[in-house]
């Protein structure tokens, strides 16, 4: 399924598919996150975000929004890919009516995340960003929408949001592929306030009995205490690593994403690079008891993100990493797991 050309080596673990995948360097158009529907064949699907209106300029800038909305695309060999229709979600309308009320006003559905479940439903887990109409600052949900296929989607209630004043929502869901007495330990990316009012990015982890109705809140990821210089100023997750790829007893390896911190330029406070790195996380506990200390790779062409958004195994050994580049496009890089492997262990400490 997937073309074995054009693939420029970045370090001994990675190699970078030259040509994006989705969407155009010059980036007229842009599109980011991809997610691919693992159960599907002949074409593959999953969805991606399509950016309607933009204040960006530049991505290191901080105050730039953007207006998206969530597109179904497929691809014949995972390297090239293409919008087929926009995502339908039954009674989601109503859900963000809700959420919104008189005060917030929905800046676009963000972010998917798919899941198939035993019984072959499709979860798709996606972010609900709804801005302050009269007042700085974002609400953030966790969405949720179920069914058969991508085109027969229904929207149930937010699996997670906004707790209190200082804990502004939850987004990016990476699902465990291990159920303990059925239940499961995800990851998601936490909005904290901190005492300047920015918000501050991290790992948390939550438990889930069932994968559709509202998850628990475990823990956060202490970046103070524990971060190193590639993500101490956010962390997000991506993927587990299937565990038959790369074996680390009760540990799973996870690809995440880290923000270094911000630094100046042309007199100018802009915001840290965005690069994919690796975590263990343990299936069991819900520890972390191991962050790389670099990042696994950075895409050589990139301003400042190159931030992971899908995994997905294509042999016993080799798997596709799938990355948008400045916000714009879709970028494949290979990941070699014997010599991920062997960074892990030479690294860990």
């Avoid at 800038?61 to 926009?86: C, F, H, M, P, R």
């Avoid at 919104?100 to 499709?122: C, H, N, R």
Wanted: glycine share 6%; hydrophobic share 35%.
């Amino acid at each position: 399924m997937y073309l074995i050309m054009g693939w420029k080596k970045i370090n001994s673990a990675v190699s970078m598919y030259e040509e994006p995948v989705f969407g155009t360097v010059s980036a007229e158009h842009r599109v980011m996150a991809l997610s691919i529907d693992k159960n599907s064949n002949n074409p593959v699907k999953g969805l991606a975000r399509e950016i309607l209106r933009s204040n960006q300029n530049d991505p290191r800038i901080y105050g730039n929004t953007d207006e998206s909305k969530l597109i179904i695309v497929e691809s014949d060999n995972g390297l090239q890919w293409k919008k087929v229709a926009d995502l339908k979600i039954k009674g989601i309308d109503k859900i963000i009516s809700k959420l919104a009320g008189k005060d917030k006003v929905l800046m676009g559905l963000e972010d998917p995340d798919i899941w198939t479940d035993e019984k072959e439903i499709k979860h798709i887990y996606f972010t609900i960003a709804l801005k302050y109409k009269n007042e700085h600052g974002l609400d953030i949900y966790l969405g949720h929408a179920q069914g058969k296929t991508l085109e027969t989607l229904k929207a149930t209630p937010p699996i997670l949001g906004p707790t209190s004043q200082k804990i502004r929502g939850f987004k990016e869901a990476a699902i465990s592929p291990i159920a303990t007495k059925g239940k499961r330990l995800n990851l998601t990316e936490s909005w904290k306030l901190k005492e300047d009012g920015h918000s501050l990015q991290t790992i948390a982890v939550v438990e889930a009995e069932d994968m559709g109705k509202p998850w628990n809140l475990k823990s956060f990821f202490d970046l103070k205490e524990k971060g190193y210089h590639w993500c101490k100023e956010e962390l997000s997750p991506c993927r587990f690593i299937p565990k038959e790829m790369v074996d680390f007893g009760d540990c799973l390896v996870v690809i995440v994403n880290g923000r270094e911190p911000k630094k100046k330029m042309d007199n100018k406070e802009v915001r840290g690079d965005y690069k994919p790195g690796l975590i263990l996380f343990n299936t069991k506990t819900g520890e972390i008891p191991w962050i790389a200390k670099e990042p696994l790779f950075e895409d050589p062409d990139a301003k400042s993100i190159t931030f992971a958004s899908e995994f997905v195994q294509t042999s016993k050994d080799e798997g596709i990493l799938y990355c948008h580049v400045d916000d714009s496009f879709v970028r494949a890089y290979k990941i070699n797991m014997k010599e991920l492997k062997k960074y892990i262990e030479t690294n860990f400490t």
